[in-house]
Protein backbone atom coordinates (compact mmCIF):
# COMPACT_ATOMS: atom_id res chain seq x y z
CA UNK A 1 0.00 0.00 0.00
CA UNK A 2 0.93 3.56 -1.25
CA UNK A 3 1.19 6.12 1.50
CA UNK A 4 -0.04 9.62 0.37
CA UNK A 5 2.80 12.72 1.19
CA UNK A 6 3.73 15.60 -0.53
CA UNK A 7 6.11 15.90 -3.28
CA UNK A 8 5.03 12.61 -4.79
CA UNK A 9 5.98 13.18 -8.12
CA UNK A 10 9.08 12.07 -8.38
CA UNK A 11 8.15 8.93 -7.12
CA UNK A 12 5.83 7.63 -9.79
CA UNK A 13 2.77 9.31 -8.87
CA UNK A 14 1.01 9.53 -12.20
CA UNK A 15 -2.45 11.34 -9.88
CA UNK A 16 -3.14 12.08 -6.71
CA UNK A 17 -6.40 11.11 -4.49
CA UNK A 18 -9.28 13.28 -4.85
CA UNK A 19 -12.64 13.42 -3.12
CA UNK A 20 -15.36 12.77 -6.11
CA UNK A 21 -18.27 13.13 -3.32
CA UNK A 22 -18.26 14.19 0.30
CA UNK A 23 -21.04 13.42 2.47
CA UNK A 24 -21.31 15.92 5.86
CA UNK A 25 -20.85 14.84 9.03
CA UNK A 26 -24.44 15.97 11.29
CA UNK A 27 -24.12 16.96 14.58
CA UNK A 28 -25.34 14.43 16.53
CA UNK A 29 -28.59 15.66 18.75
CA UNK A 30 -27.46 14.58 21.61
CA UNK A 31 -24.19 15.96 21.70
CA UNK A 32 -25.48 19.44 20.26
CA UNK A 33 -27.55 19.25 23.50
CA UNK A 34 -25.17 18.47 25.65
CA UNK A 35 -22.33 21.41 24.17
CA UNK A 36 -20.22 18.81 23.05
CA UNK A 37 -18.09 20.62 20.25
CA UNK A 38 -14.67 19.29 19.12
CA UNK A 39 -12.02 18.25 16.21
CA UNK A 40 -11.97 14.25 14.98
CA UNK A 41 -9.02 12.92 12.72
CA UNK A 42 -9.77 10.14 11.16
CA UNK A 43 -7.41 7.88 9.32
CA UNK A 44 -8.80 6.79 6.23
CA UNK A 45 -7.26 3.80 3.31
CA UNK A 46 -8.73 4.38 0.00
CA UNK A 47 -9.30 1.64 -1.53
CA UNK A 48 -8.25 1.45 -5.75
CA UNK A 49 -11.52 2.05 -6.33
CA UNK A 50 -11.65 4.92 -4.70
CA UNK A 51 -14.13 3.53 -1.52
CA UNK A 52 -13.03 4.34 1.87
CA UNK A 53 -12.48 0.40 2.73
CA UNK A 54 -11.15 1.59 6.56
CA UNK A 55 -10.75 3.98 9.31
CA UNK A 56 -9.44 4.73 12.24
CA UNK A 57 -9.82 7.70 14.79
CA UNK A 58 -6.66 9.00 15.71
CA UNK A 59 -6.05 10.25 18.89
CA UNK A 60 -9.30 11.51 21.29
CA UNK A 61 -12.00 12.69 20.42
CA UNK A 62 -15.90 12.22 22.10
CA UNK A 63 -17.21 8.95 21.12
CA UNK A 64 -20.44 10.45 19.24
CA UNK A 65 -18.49 12.77 17.38
CA UNK A 66 -16.28 10.10 16.20
CA UNK A 67 -19.41 8.07 15.03
CA UNK A 68 -20.52 10.68 13.22
CA UNK A 69 -17.50 11.73 11.25
CA UNK A 70 -16.71 7.95 10.64
CA UNK A 71 -19.96 6.83 9.52
CA UNK A 72 -19.97 10.17 7.35
CA UNK A 73 -16.15 9.76 5.98
CA UNK A 74 -17.23 5.88 4.73
CA UNK A 75 -19.59 6.84 2.67
CA UNK A 76 -17.07 9.67 0.55
CA UNK A 77 -16.08 8.74 -3.17
CA UNK A 78 -12.49 9.14 -4.35
CA UNK A 79 -10.48 9.29 -7.32
CA UNK A 80 -7.84 6.72 -6.51
CA UNK A 81 -4.62 7.33 -6.53
CA UNK A 82 -2.53 5.92 -9.53
CA UNK A 83 1.36 4.84 -9.16
CA UNK A 84 2.99 4.37 -12.68
CA UNK A 85 -0.54 4.44 -14.43
CA UNK A 86 -2.36 1.78 -11.71
CA UNK A 87 -4.94 2.87 -9.28
CA UNK A 88 -3.36 1.96 -5.92
CA UNK A 89 -4.63 1.82 -2.38
CA UNK A 90 -3.30 5.04 0.15
CA UNK A 91 -4.09 6.10 3.54
CA UNK A 92 -5.26 9.32 3.72
CA UNK A 93 -6.24 11.76 7.18
CA UNK A 94 -9.41 13.82 6.99
CA UNK A 95 -10.18 16.13 9.81
CA UNK A 96 -13.80 16.62 10.95
CA UNK A 97 -14.41 19.90 12.99
CA UNK A 98 -17.47 19.83 14.77
CA UNK A 99 -18.08 23.76 16.49
CA UNK A 100 -21.92 24.68 17.72
CA UNK A 101 -22.94 27.85 16.28
CA UNK A 102 -22.78 31.08 18.23
CA UNK A 103 -25.67 32.20 19.99
CA UNK A 104 -27.57 34.46 17.97
CA UNK A 105 -27.61 38.25 19.34
CA UNK A 106 -30.62 39.24 20.29
CA UNK A 107 -32.06 42.57 18.54
CA UNK A 108 -31.16 45.57 20.02
CA UNK A 109 -33.87 47.17 21.76
CA UNK A 110 -35.82 49.87 20.36
CA UNK A 111 -38.32 52.71 20.98
Not at 62 to 86: C, E, I, M, N
Amino acid sequence: MKESAPGEGALGLDQPTRVLHAVPSPYPGEARRAGIEGRVLVEMEVDERGNVARTMVVGEAPKLLADAAVSALTQWKFRPHTYRGAPVKVRLRQPITFKLDPPDEPAPLTR
